[in-house]
Structure formats: C-alpha cells, structure tokens
C-alpha cells in the first residue's frame, strides 16, 4: 500500500504543473468560403495582418514591408465574398512621419483601437507602434522587458484587442530562455505576462484574436518541405487573467493551405460569430493571397 502511494504521488508531481485538466464545452468551425485577392500593385504582397469591421463590410491589410491597403468587401446573401476590392493604400510611417527603412520596415500584426486608431507590431526591430491614423506618424508603446529577447525575425505577430481595449500580444517564438509563449497584456500603459502556453509540434503564433473576454483564439503556422505550410486555429481560454484549458478547432493537413499570416473576426446582423484569415504569398508567382472564412459555432 505504500509502494502504491509513493508512485502515485511520484505520478503526481510529475506532472507539469500546467497541464490543463478543467473541461469546458467545445467549439467548432466550418469553412464558409475563399477567395483568392489580386491587385495589380507592386507594393501588394505579403499580407501580414488583417483587421475587418464589425460587420465584416471593410478591411486594413498590412503587409510585412509596412504597406496598408484598405477598402470593402462585398458578400452575397450567405455572407460569402463576391468582391474584395481595395480603395486605398499607403506606406506606414515612423514617429517622426518618415518612410521606414531597414530593420523597421517589418510590419505583422494590426487591430483597431476603441477610437478607430490601429496598433501594429513589428518584427526585426521588435516593437508595438499605435498609429491615430495611417497617414500619420506611429507611437512608440511601452515595451516589456522580454522583447529586446525576442529572436529577429519571430518577435511579436500577434496582437488582440478585448472589447474594454486591453491590448493582448503574442511573439511567433518564445523569447530567449523560454519555452512556452508568454501571453502579455497592456494595461496602465505596462505590459505584463498573464500566463504562458506551450506551443507543440514546431507551430509558430502568426496572429491572434480576442472572441470575448475568456476566448481567445490564435493562428498558428509551420513549414517543411515535405508538408508545406499547415495551420492550426487553436482556442484559449482564459479566467481572471489565468489560462484554463485550451483545444485546437483546427489543423490542416499537408499542403491543403497557403502561408496563412492574418487573423480577424466579425458578426454578422444575427451576431453569428465568423473567422477570416489571410495568407502572405511572400512576394512570390509561386504562392496566393487567399482569404478563408469560417463560422464560429460555440
């Protein structure tokens, strides 16, 4: 009997102590539609970031050379986009209203502020910039400790927005020294880590998006030459700032899906839940930019 208790409790301590054991009703996701988008334009390319109005009518895209590109989307009566059709597109600028060069240029990730303004993340030069208005000049956000350890090209990729404007960030790849995904929250004008998540099988956090308060759903990517670019859709959820369980609503399989990058949601007039995604062709004839969309079932 104490052999038995010994090897249980051994059992017990072996287990990491973040494992997530608290069950929870599961969501699902079904394809509603694709489109492939393109633009005779030579700065249209690498679709990092998307961020679509409420209703799913407009869109700002952001590629990873710090172009915008804006316009309206439009659907039929099942919400399924006929036109996807850019009106505007500009470059973004830096504090200061410069073009920017070099390790700067590098844009990923875009959500709307409650006040109609943008924040965008930025890899290489590791950073989160808010921008009033794209034409405008950006601001410098505060920075947590952590992003001058991000690796220089899977800094921050992902950004959130919770509903109160609470700005969420991901990094493609832990910071140096550790191996889960911290979770950091903008609060007061400080970043600090809610809670961290392991990230398997070498998926990358591409982007991210707050569902409500206690979801939150992130993109995430890998490659390999013999499987090509797959993607999860994977559900966090979260209690008081801590997370309690976590399921994967999809996983694609071997070169089923582009490069896909970019990540927003919106709700149609009856408040039904929809997921778009955009994919970065990374400037090449040999891959698409393609949106996918697909409804949320909770």
Do not use: C
């Amino acid at each position: 009997m104490q052999k038995d208790l010994f090897f249980l409790l051994l059992f017990l301590y072996l287990i990491p102590f973040y494992t997530y054991s608290i069950t929870t009703n599961k969501w699902e996701i079904t394809l509603l539609g694709s489109k492939l988008i393109t633009y005779e334009d030579n700065n249209f390319g690498g679709i990092s970031g998307i961020t679509l109005s409420e209703n799913g009518k407009n869109f700002t895209l952001i590629s990873d050379k710090s172009h915008y590109f804006q316009g309206k989307i439009v659907r039929d009566n099942l919400n399924k986009i006929i036109e996807f059709e850019i009106l505007d597109q500009g470059q973004l600028f830096s504090s200061k209203k410069e073009n920017l060069t070099g390790r700067n240029i590098d844009s990923e990730s875009i959500v709307r502020s409650k006040s109609n303004g943008f924040y965008i993340s930025f890899e290489s030069n590791n950073r989160v910039m808010y921008h009033e208005d794209l034409n405008g000049p950006g601001k410098f956000l505060p920075k947590h400790p952590d992003f001058d350890k991000l690796l220089f090209n899977d800094g921050i990729e992902a950004l959130a927005i919770k509903e109160n404007g609470e700005l969420f960030a991901i990094p493609e790849l832990p910071p140096k020294g550790k191996e889960r995904h911290p979770i950091y929250r903008l609060h007061n004008n400080k970043w600090s880590i809610i809670d961290e998540i392991k990230i398997n099988q070498d998926f990358k956090v591409v982007d991210a998006e707050m569902i409500d308060d206690g979801n939150l759903i992130t993109l995430e990517r890998k490659f390999s030459f013999y499987d090509g670019f797959k993607i999860r859709l994977r559900r966090i959820i979260i209690e008081e700032n801590n997370i309690i369980n976590s399921e994967i609503l999809l996983e694609s399989l071997p070169w089923e899906y582009y490069n896909f990058e970019g990540l927003s949601k919106w709700k149609d007039n009856d408040g039904q839940i929809y997921l778009t995604l955009i994919s970065d062709n990374q400037f090449s004839p040999l891959l698409e930019t393609e949106v996918r969309e697909f409804i949320l079932k909770k």
